[in-house]
């Protein structure tokens, strides 16, 4: 889980920050994630293994299976991450 400490106690990650976090792992700035990339920003969310995470995410977001998450996959993922419940303290 992603923890910050913060003295208010423990909140799920806002679909901005989640938003967010996928889109600083954008490497090259064209809008889309590729498996990599997910990765990546799982691993800053603080999965265990954010490259099993990143397929899981890709499997379930990638409705046209060109191997990158587009612009109108985009809050598949977002949701995807949310429901796994990732956290903010």
Not at 56 to 68: E, I, L, P, R, Y
Not at 79 to 85: D, I, Q, S, V
Request: contains cysteine; glycine residues 8%.
């Amino acid at each position: 889980m992603f923890e910050v400490k913060s003295p208010q106690g423990l909140f799920q990650l806002s679909e901005n920050q989640i938003e967010g976090i996928f889109k600083r792992h954008d490497e090259n700035g064209d809008g889309q994630l590729n498996k990599k990339e997910l990765a990546r920003a799982f691993k800053e969310m603080g999965a265990m293994f954010p490259a099993w995470r990143a397929h899981c995410a890709m499997k379930h977001a990638d409705g046209d299976s060109n191997g990158v998450i587009t612009h109108d996959e985009f809050h598949k993922i977002i949701n995807y991450a949310r429901k796994l419940g990732y956290t903010v303290k």
